[in-house]
């Protein structure tokens, strides 16, 4: 399955990232061969509307699942237009880690807009 | 003439200033001055002025509308939206309105026309005659929408003022959008300030902003309560005059939480805010 994965250097031993629209990184997965390729996301230097622009780059990717940290409400709106289903890392430390715990069903999946640790209460706003 | 009631620091006494100076104007004046309350965020003016606001109008944006049947998901307008409102994901075609800016550049581009223009309202202005023949004016945006600047654009459009009548808009605090679209079109700024580090930071931030924009400005400086000789050697070395001085008072303070204006206050004030009047227009 191809999966979208945010991190913060494009590896797979790098510490994932805990947003989504600002994540450094879109790292896209295959599953089960583990390859990988990262695609820079314009979103984290936008002014606003970030995480419809990264959820922009990841559906024109055809992935089926989206993992991060957080995702806010114009993010989660997106991806799931998409029809991406998006899941929480959790307490995982590193891209592989979060990749296998995926692949094992461990993963919680989000059902609406997440306030995550990064949640600062500006998602989506442009000044 | 436009005079434009700022201050960058919020709470150093603007609406206070600004509804003063309306009510020693209309008192004096034949044709008693226009009143624009732009704080749309968080208007207060009404609570000083007493306006009864008869007239009203829903404000805001025209955001596109997609016609599902027509899009073929090209992407042409989610490439040319700066704000990323407007955005192309598989089959569907998604707009967030509280991103929309208005431009209409998604419309105009459209190759297959699917997309056309609906009002989305983002407030209301308000208006109607206030205390001493006043005409007063004011917006407030809805809970929850994110941009003012549309609600203060339209509000100020909205009245033309009469030849010779004297216009004053009390701004936001702040430098940002919403004080640059209050100050836009002014003759002149009148900057309140406090004589406080916080005060005198802001303060230079708003006449940068004022000077950026071209506006002459003088400076009042209010609940001044000993000597900060900070506040003055800025106002001296950046040509700001200061046209005003008001003191520390309880007295000003107890007014004010009852909605008291400074000229009802203390009366003597009605001539020195019309003094400052003159002096304002000797300096344009």
């Not at chain 2, 968080?42 to 025209?62: C, I, M, S, Y």
Request: net charge negative.
């Amino acid at each position: 399955m191809k999966i979208v994965l945010t991190t913060v250097s494009p590896n797979l031993e790098t510490d994932v990232d805990p947003r989504f629209g600002r994540a450094a990184n879109l790292l896209v997965i295959e599953t089960d061969t583990l390859e990988w390729k990262a695609e820079s996301n314009p979103g984290a230097s936008s002014s606003g509307g970030a995480g419809i622009l990264a959820a922009q780059i990841v559906a024109d990717q055809h992935v089926q699942a989206a993992i991060s940290g957080d995702f806010g409400p114009h993010a989660f709106e997106a991806l799931q237009a998409a029809g991406i289903s998006m899941y929480i890392y959790g307490d995982c430390q590193n891209a592989f880690q979060a990749i296998e715990r995926f692949k094992a069903g461990q993963l919680q999946q989000v059902g609406g807009p997440t306030r995550g640790e990064c949640d600062s209460g500006h998602h989506g706003q442009s000044p | 003439m436009i005079i434009t009631i700022a201050s960058g620091k919020g709470g150093t006494g603007k609406t206070t200033i600004a509804a003063s100076l309306a009510l020693s104007l209309a008192e004096e004046q034949s044709s008693p001055p226009l009143f624009l309350d732009c704080d749309v965020e968080a208007p207060n003016a009404h609570l000083f002025l007493h306006p009864k606001l008869d007239e009203r109008q829903d404000v805001g944006l025209l955001i596109p509308s997609v016609n599902e049947t027509k899009c073929t998901y090209c992407g042409k307008c989610a490439e040319v939206c700066q704000y990323h409102a407007i955005a192309v994901l598989g089959q569907k075609t998604l707009v967030f309105p509280q991103l929309c800016h208005g431009c209409g550049s998604c419309t105009a581009l459209c190759p297959e026309k699917a997309i056309k223009e609906i009002p989305d309202r983002m407030g209301v202005i308000e208006r109607g005659p206030a205390m001493v023949g006043i005409s007063f004016a004011h917006g407030v945006l809805d809970v929850g929408e994110p941009m003012a600047v549309p609600v203060i654009r339209q509000l100020i459009k909205w009245i033309v003022a009469q030849p010779g009548q004297v216009v004053i808009r009390d701004a936001p605090p702040g430098t940002s959008c919403t004080v640059v679209e209050s100050m836009r079109g002014s003759d002149f700024l009148l900057l309140v300030t406090e004589p406080t580090p916080f005060g005198l930071h802001d303060l230079r931030l708003a006449a940068q902003v004022g000077r950026k924009m071209g506006i002459p400005a003088g400076v009042i400086i209010n609940r001044e309560n000993g000597f900060y000789p900070a506040l003055d050697e800025f106002c001296t070395d950046h040509h700001l005059p200061v046209l005003l001085r008001i003191p520390f008072e309880r007295v000003i303070a107890e007014g004010v939480a009852q909605g008291k204006t400074l000229v009802e206050i203390h009366p003597e004030y009605a001539d020195r805010f019309l003094r400052m009047f003159t002096q304002i227009a000797s300096l344009l």
